[in-house]
């Protein structure tokens, strides 16, 4: 049995490297980064076993993850930390942009005016002051916002 896991140590590394790997990337989606040193160690590790570079012993694997883990870590933290906190903002196109109504109250940009859209009170907010009985249409919705532009001017 000893003799077994001697020799197929540098398989046993492969496979576990790739199953964190698996792990990392499909379960928690880069989520924790710790996991992906692991398992990239362990993948190298084993390739070194493979190929001959490292000694196929027990403590050679140790060091070897342990160091190469290390390095990783150092070096690829920052990184890939930034690439994770760069967020992409992007308008959505709702079904209530271009939704056009006429007001019933004056709107600017307060957000004190109340509009009801499928039975849902939303604060209507322009950053130009529009009067009552004005023409309007929805140009951008945020949550439980909808930004307005008139259309034409007050029918008195």
């Known amino acids: 049995?000893?003799?077994?896991?001697?020799?197929?140590?540098?398989?046993?590394?492969?496979?576990?490297?790739?199953?964190?790997?698996?792990?990392?990337?499909?379960?928690?989606?880069?989520?924790?980064f710790v996991l992906l040193f692991l398992g990239l160690s362990l993948v190298l590790t084993g390739v070194g076993m493979k190929v001959g570079i490292l000694d196929a012993t027990y403590v050679t694997a140790l060091w070897s993850n342990s160091l190469v883990t290390s390095v990783l870590a150092f070096t690829l933290w920052k990184p890939l930390r930034n690439m994770q906190s760069k967020v992409e903002v992007q308008d959505i196109e709702s079904d209530f942009a271009?939704?056009?109504?006429?007001?019933?109250?004056?709107?600017?940009?307060?957000?004190?005016?109340?509009?009801?859209?499928?039975?849902?009170?939303?604060?209507?907010?322009?950053?130009?002051?529009?009067?009552?009985?004005?023409?309007?249409?929805?140009?951008?919705?945020?949550v439980g916002v909808m930004w307005v532009e008139a259309l034409d001017q007050p029918t008195e």
């Open 1 to 32: 049995m000893d003799l077994v896991l001697f020799h197929d140590l540098s398989n046993i590394l492969l496979i576990a490297g790739i199953a964190i790997l698996i792990i990392e990337a499909v379960i928690l989606g880069f989520s924790t």
């Open 98 to 142: 271009q939704e056009t109504f006429v007001l019933a109250d004056d709107v600017d940009s307060s957000g004190g005016t109340r509009h009801i859209y499928s039975g849902v009170p939303w604060k209507l907010k322009s950053q130009q002051p529009i009067s009552a009985g004005t023409t309007v249409k929805v140009v951008k919705t945020e």
